[in-house]
């Protein structure tokens, strides 16, 4: 009981959860109170279940069936309960203490039944509780060793045809197939328990496969067939501890598994989570069969990540090298990720080599990896070869004429002090580009940009006069020109303002604000403060139906 404070359910939720529960307290019902746990239904988006534990080994935990609570977090809805609780927590003492005394009275009333009377009770129940009868038919195969019976149940457990409207199970019947789904995990893992690990291995193998066949026919949104695939995926790895299975055919098992058809995101098996069930012969075999599979499909998804898992995993960085290299990218992106292993391995030399060779293969340096010019440029300044540096952001730029890469340009050549040089090729190569825009060649007036990132004003005012401009960047003109040329910035600004006054909403009228509060600096330079209180007047006399405008005029003095 001493678990549950207000401290501990904010510190479980995080402050943000716990903010937010605060709306979801009247949205708590049915809460029920046992020795030692409160379960009740939260409303949320939909009606969750929850349920708190207050004396568990960790101290207070919780459980509820929202998709947040599903990934293990402690959500609001827990936090909503506990809140709940606490609102009267003087009563919690005396409902524990009732919910002893039910469970005592009857255990006591169980005890003193008879065979028959226990038999009549539990039939009654089954008969009642599907749920029930179908987790002990699974039990009572079990126990007899029935193992095609067991089997026949899963299957019926994992089949979502019972639950499908139309061939598909909709989100609102999705959360009871998963109910019935997750019995045939309870079951799987009884197996393993009741000594019969090597049977709850070939089921488990088969629930898989079930429930992957499944999910393409089942809307889970709320992700709970991908935890039911998770649930399988665990009870194998301790299925195949407790039985040892041949450690070859484990790990053949195991590559096909991750090479397979099996692609459903559910059922994730790392087969290096088996390697103190593989032991040296059986990882031998996994190597073995993977390289295999990858020599027959170099490019194949599924054979380079796990050559490649398997490879890291045993320090062999020629081998990850190999595998990303029998399939590199056009883009140079694959040559990347090799100098980036290589750095790791400290082979800094050859990651710079392949780095190079990346920038060099590349066909198309406009559709070049940038992070790779930008690791092969930081290489290159690292070493103090800072001329190479600017030559690579030199051919980038020419092949890929945008504002990053002027930048990016400038900043290499600055640092090797040959920037006037540079810039006067890149500009020529922007202006080129703006008279084969303007005969429709080219997409668009990287040079007004250019010359405004330069802070080169009166350049960038002609490219824009001479070539055009786009409304932003004539804004970021007038902003910028508006203290030595405020004449011609206030004509921008008015001309810009025109249209936003045909329009509506509030992000407009910000707008429109904004360009006034500039028109009206642009005036006090010019002197001609009456110009703009009559400029004002007759604005605000045909757009006065807009509140918020004129609200937000009023706010700025306008």
């Known amino acids: 009981m001493d678990s549950l404070t207000e401290a501990n359910l904010k510190k479980l939720a995080g402050a943000r959860s ?47 069936d929202c998709p947040y609570g599903m990934e293990g977090n402690f959500c609001k809805h827990l936090v909503a309960l506990g809140l709940r ?38 039939r009654e129940q089954i008969d009642e509780d599907r749920q029930l009868r179908r987790r002990l038919e699974l039990r009572a195969a079990s126990v007899r060793g029935d193992l095609a019976a067991v089997r026949a149940r899963i299957r019926d457990l994992l089949d979502a045809g019972p639950f499908a409207q139309y061939g598909y199970v909709a989100y609102t019947d999705a959360r009871a197939y998963a109910g019935q789904a997750g019995q045939a995990a309870s079951a799987i893992r009884a197996l393993t328990g009741s000594g019969r690990a090597t049977d709850a291995i070939t089921l488990a193998r088969e629930a898989m496969r079930l429930l992957a066949e499944a999910v393409e026919s089942v809307d889970d949104s709320d992700g709970r067939l991908g935890q039911i ?20 055919q484990l790990a053949r098992w195991l590559v096909g598994h991750a090479l397979g058809d099996i692609d459903d995101g559910l059922t994730d098996i790392d087969p290096l989570d088996y390697e103190d069930v593989l032991g040296e012969e059986g990882l031998a075999v996994l190597r073995k069969s993977a390289l295999e599979a990858w020599r027959g499909n170099r490019r194949g998804w599924a ?15 020629d081998a990850v090298i190999a595998v990303h290299a029998a399939d590199l990218a056009p883009n140079g992106h694959t040559h990347l990720i090799i100098a980036r292993e290589l750095d790791t391995a400290r082979r800094s030399d050859e990651a710079l080599r392949w780095a190079e060779r990346g920038i060099r293969e590349t066909r198309d340096l406009a559709a070049v990896d940038t992070a790779l010019v930008d690791y092969l440029c930081d290489r290159y300044t690292q070493a103090d070869r800072l001329p190479d540096a600017v030559a690579v952001r030199r051919d980038h730029f020419r092949a890929r004429r945008t504002l990053a890469a002027y930048q990016q340009l400038r900043a290499a050549a600055r640092a090797a002090d040959c920037w006037p040089a540079e810039r006067g090729g890149a500009l020529a190569l922007l202006r080129a580009d703006t008279e084969r825009r303007q005969q429709g060649w080219y997409g668009g007036p990287v040079l007004v940009d250019a010359l405004l990132d330069d802070k080169d004003v009166d350049a960038a005012w002609q490219a824009a006069t001479r070539t055009g401009a786009h409304d932003r960047q004539w804004l970021a003109l007038a ?35 904004g360009l006034l509060l500039s028109i009206r600096d642009c005036h006090r330079r010019l002197g001609t403060e009456d110009e703009f209180a009559v400029y004002v007047t007759a604005l605000r006399t045909a757009q006065k139906r807009k509140r918020n405008l004129m609200r937000l005029m009023d706010e700025q003095g306008l």
């Open 18 to 64: 716990f903010e937010r529960a605060l709306g979801y307290l009247d949205a708590v019902s049915g809460v029920e109170v046992g020795d030692g746990w409160i379960t009740a239904s939260v409303h949320g988006t939909e009606r969750y279940e929850v349920e708190l534990t207050l004396d568990g080994p960790g101290g207070l935990t919780g459980r509820c």
């Open 85 to 122: 609780v606490l609102a009267q927590r003087e009563a919690l003492p005396r409902q524990r203490k009732a919910a002893r005394e039910r469970a005592q009275d009857l255990d006591g009333w169980l005890s003193a039944m008879s065979k028959d009377e226990l038999l009549a009770l539990l």
């Open 479 to 513: 902003d910028q020109a508006r203290a030595d040329r405020p004449a011609d910035a206030l004509g921008v600004y008015l001309r810009l303002a025109e249209p936003l006054t045909e329009q509506t909403g509030n992000a407009i009228y910000e707008q429109l604000v």
């Open 229 to 248: 695939g998770a649930d399988l995926a665990d009870l194998h790895l301790d299925a195949c501890r407790a039985a040892r299975p041949d450690p070859g």
């Open 303 to 317: 054979e380079k990540y796990l050559m490649e898992r398997l490879a890291k995993a045993g320090g062999d960085v």
